[in-house]
C-alpha cells in the first residue's frame, strides 16, 4: 500500500503519483467536486488535516474507505466528514470515487444539517444522510461512460437537491464569511457585533448550523492558512506572526491540537499526496 501525507494537488486531468484526477464544474456556489481514480492501484494510506470545508465522498466501486480518527476507526463505501477537531487517516484499496468539498453552508443545505451533530465515528456514512438517494446515485454512477458525464450526474444530483434544501441562518453564514475573510483574524464579540446579536445567540446558532463553536471555527480557520504557510516553506516565526498568533508557544498548542504533530513536523510533511478537489 502507497503511503502519502495530507496536502493540496493542483488538479489536472493527470495527477501524477499514479492517480487520474478530474475536475468537475458545478453551479452551486461553496461546492468544488473531482473524480478520482488509482490508476497505479497502489492502494491510499493518507493522513487528512482538518480544513474549513466538509468532505463528501462517494465510493464508486465495492471496497470500502477505512477512516481512523481520534473517535473511533470506520469502515464505509461513502461518508460525510464534518468540520473535524483533529487530524485523521483514511485507507482503501482499488480506490475510484467522486469527492465534493462543501462550504459549511452548502453543507447545511446539501447535508440538512444531520452532519453537525457529531457521528459515533470520524465519520458519518453517506447513506445515513441520503437515505435511498445515496444507493441509487451510487448505483448508476458506475455505468456513466465518462468521468465528465459522472460529474454531470452529481452536479444534477445536488441541484435537485439544493432546490428543496432549508437555508442557513443568514446571520451565522455571514459569521462563517467573515471569519474566513478575516482568516480566522477576529473575535467572537466581533463576530456577534456584525450580526446585531448577543455573544449567547451567536454562540447556540452558530455552533447549531455549522458544528464547531465560533471560537473553533475561528481557530480551525487560522489553523488552515497556518499549515499552508509552514509547508510551503515559512519559518514557525514568520508562520505566527503573519497568521495572528500571540507568539510560537500559540501557534504550537493549535497546530499540535490540530495536526497531532508539531509545526517543524509539519512542515516536513511531503506535498504530493493523492488530489484533493
Not at 493527470?14 to 473531482?34: F, H, I, Q, S, Y
Not at 477537531?85 to 475510484?96: D, K, L, N, S, T
Not at 462543501?102 to 456514512?125: E, H, I, K, N, Q
Request: include cysteine.
Amino acid at each position: 500500500m502507497r503511503s502519502y501525507d495530507a496536502g493540496p494537488v493542483p488538479l489536472d486531468a493527470e495527477a501524477g503519483n499514479g492517480w487520474e484526477a478530474v475536475l468537475g464544474g458545478t453551479r452551486l456556489p461553496g461546492v468544488r467536486m473531482a473524480g478520482f481514480r488509482d490508476r497505479a492501484a497502489g492502494g491510499l494510506h493518507k493522513r487528512v488535516l482538518p480544513r474549513p470545508d466538509v468532505v463528501v465522498v462517494i465510493g464508486l466501486g465495492e471496497d470500502p474507505f477505512t477512516v481512523e480518527g481520534a473517535t473511533g476507526r470506520q469502515s464505509v463505501r461513502s461518508f460525510v466528514a464534518a468540520l473535524a477537531p483533529g487530524p485523521a487517516r483514511v485507507g482503501g484499496e482499488h480506490v475510484e470515487c467522486v469527492e465534493l468539498r462543501l462550504s459549511p453552508p452548502a453543507a447545511y443545505a446539501l447535508l440538512g444539517g444531520v452532519f453537525v451533530r457529531g457521528p459515533d465515528g470520524p465519520v458519518t456514512g453517506l447513506d445515513e444522510v441520503w437515505g435511498r438517494e445515496e444507493e441509487r446515485l451510487r448505483e448508476r454512477l458506475p455505468e456513466a461512460a465518462s468521468w465528465e458525464e459522472r460529474l454531470a450526474l452529481v452536479d444534477g444530483f445536488l441541484i435537485r437537491r439544493a432546490a428543496r434544501a432549508p437555508s442557513m441562518t443568514p446571520g451565522v453564514a455571514a459569521a462563517w464569511e467573515h471569519i474566513v475573510a478575516r482568516r480566522g483574524r477576529v473575535r467572537v464579540g466581533e463576530l456577534a457585533a456584525s450580526c446585531g446579536w448577543s455573544r449567547k445567540r451567536l454562540w447556540s446558532r452558530f455552533t447549531a448550523q455549522i458544528g464547531l463553536t465560533p471560537k473553533r471555527a475561528v481557530m480551525l480557520v487560522r489553523f488552515d492558512h497556518a499549515a499552508r504557510a509552514l509547508r510551503a516553506g515559512r519559518s514557525a516565526a514568520d508562520t505566527a506572526l503573519a497568521c495572528g498568533y500571540v507568539d510560537q508557544p500559540h501557534l504550537h498548542r493549535d497546530v499540535l491540537a490540530f495536526a497531532g504533530c508539531t509545526p517543524g513536523a509539519l512542515a516536513a510533511t511531503r506535498t504530493d499526496s493523492p488530489p484533493t478537489a
